[in-house]
């Protein structure tokens, strides 16, 4: 550990001001900050700004991405109208058309849906599906439902949902797209019961819009002091999802990362260090890892420690580290570097978030989140309910006292 607890503190507390601010309808106003929108641009270039301030090379890589804005959507029925949700990125609807009911894959190959709203739910519906080709992780199950609606052609899709345990929000959107050309909405299984309550054809309106757009991906390194014994990356994601202050996700880890690069920032030791604030986490286009990756991917055998910070400092919690590809030694060196700190612990491995992208390729890393991601913090994610007043300050400087003294002491 270096420096008084006070420019400790002094430090930090600007990086939290920053980042909370917005939540408290402060100057910089990045609140809610999906990929595409002028508050996620502005993000990246105070992240930019602030690592070419402590001293670090900075790298800025462009990329093209998509901006979602929707409207109040409904559907429409000789007595009944409910509103609909449209699907993040759907394309705009506004039509009179037949419909059927699908609940499973087998049920949806023998299902003529050509120019029919087809509504989805039950086991079919089960859970949110990963995007179209998402590079990191694409379930067959999923592959199969989208080939499965390639070939069935449906006008529009309706999922019928409720809650999950990887999202916050209830009902939550099947579809999560930019490049799904089919436009979805989804309602939960009151509004759908309400629905059938109605007679004959359905109106389907669904308000959505995408626009292109641009972003960034910032980098900032540090080579090591003398002859480079490989890397250490620490990285937060930075963007949000539509609908959401994103306070515990990720203001907090990227609080945490901002603190923690200030720190390091005379670091003399022998990894080059990469601090990157991910700009895509939650987007399904995941534009910032795919650019870090086409950038630096052919790096990831240099890197000798990779540390995720998603979602930590959330109250009533500890600070919960779970290992991925860490040989016997290196277990032994985290259970000495938690001891020293009261509110860390080992956490049960959880792979999601950017350290997936690290954990595949067999690259050592360390996740850093809140011992209650599970059952608490995941309820809120996403939803307007995730905002500063469930952050604890005093549990992320602690987050920061981990994150540096393992960097330190790696
Ligand atoms: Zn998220």
């Given at each position: 550990m270096s420096g008084s607890i006070?420019?400790?503190?002094?430090?930090?507390?600007?990086?939290?001001?920053?980042?909370?601010?917005?939540?408290?309808?402060?100057?910089?106003?990045?609140?809610?900050?999906?990929?595409?929108?002028?508050?996620?641009?502005?993000?990246?270039?105070?992240?930019?700004?602030?690592?070419?301030?402590?001293?670090?090379?900075?790298?800025?890589?462009?990329?093209?991405?998509?901006?979602?804005?929707?409207?109040?959507?409904?559907?429409?029925?000789?007595?009944?109208?409910?509103?609909?949700?449209?699907?993040?990125?759907?394309?705009?609807?506004?039509?009179?058309?037949?419909?059927?009911?699908?609940?499973?894959?087998?049920?949806?190959?023998?299902?003529?849906?050509?120019?029919k709203i087809v509504f989805l739910r039950g086991p079919i519906a089960k859970e949110p599906l990963m995007p179209l080709d998402y590079p990191f992780y694409f379930p067959e199950r999923h592959k199969e439902i989208y080939a499965l609606l390639d070939e069935r052609k449906p006008a529009a899709i309706v999922a019928v949902t409720g809650k999950h345990p990887a999202c916050g929000l209830e009902p939550y959107p099947l579809f999560d797209d930019a490049s799904f050309k089919i436009p979805t909405g989804y309602l939960d299984a009151a509004a759908m019961d309400r629905l059938l309550e109605g007679r004959g054809k359905m109106r389907l309106m669904l308000d959505s819009k995408s626009f292109p757009e641009t972003g960034e991906q910032v980098v900032a390194r540090k080579k090591a002091a003398g002859a480079s014994q490989g890397k250490i990356v620490v990285f937060a994601h930075m963007d949000t999802a539509y609908g959401t202050q994103g306070a515990l996700d990720n203001s907090a880890g990227v609080a945490v990362l901002l603190a923690a690069m200030a720190r390091l920032k005379n670091y003399a030791g022998p990894?080059?260090?990469?601090?990157?604030?991910?700009?895509?986490?939650?987007?399904?286009?995941?534009?910032?890892?795919?650019?870090?990756?086409?950038?630096?991917?052919?790096?990831?055998?240099?890197?000798?420690?990779?540390?995720?910070?998603?979602?930590?400092?959330?109250?009533?919690?500890?600070?919960?580290?779970?290992?991925?590809?860490?040989?016997?030694?290196?277990?032994?060196?985290?259970?000495?570097?938690?001891?020293?700190?009261?509110?860390?612990?080992?956490?049960?491995?959880?792979?999601?978030?950017?350290?997936?992208?690290?954990?595949?390729?067999?690259?050592?890393?360390?996740?850093?989140?809140?011992?209650?991601?599970?059952?608490?913090?995941?309820?809120?994610?996403?939803?307007?309910?995730?905002?500063?007043?469930?952050?604890?300050r005093n549990l992320l400087l602690e987050t920061v006292d981990f994150i540096v003294d393992a960097v330190n002491e790696f």
């Open positions: 006070h420019s400790k503190a002094a430090l930090f507390l600007a990086a939290w001001f920053v980042w909370s601010s917005a939540a408290r309808g402060g100057i910089f106003e990045f609140g809610e900050r999906p990929l595409g929108t002028e508050a996620n641009r502005n993000a990246a270039e105070y992240l930019a700004t602030e690592a070419e301030r402590m001293g670090y090379e900075v790298t800025r890589l462009p990329f093209k991405c998509a901006r979602w804005v929707k409207g109040p959507s409904f559907l429409d029925r000789e007595g009944a109208r409910v509103e609909v949700f449209p699907g993040p990125f759907s394309p705009a609807y506004d039509k009179w058309c037949d419909a059927v009911l699908v609940t499973s894959t087998q049920q949806l190959k023998r299902t003529k849906c050509e120019g990894y080059d260090l990469e601090f990157i604030p991910f700009n895509g986490e939650d987007s399904p286009m995941v534009k910032g890892e795919t650019t870090y990756l086409a950038r630096y991917g052919r790096e990831l055998s240099d890197i000798q420690l990779a540390i995720n910070i998603f979602a930590p400092g959330a109250k009533g919690s500890q600070t919960a580290v779970s290992a991925y590809n860490l040989d016997e030694d290196r277990q032994t060196w985290l259970d000495g570097e938690i001891a020293k700190h009261p509110q860390v612990k080992r956490g049960p491995e959880w792979v999601e978030s950017d350290h997936s992208i690290f954990v595949f390729q067999g690259v050592p890393c360390l996740a850093v989140t809140s011992s209650n991601l599970r059952d608490t913090v995941m309820a809120v994610t996403h939803t307007p309910r995730d905002t500063i007043d469930l952050v604890d």
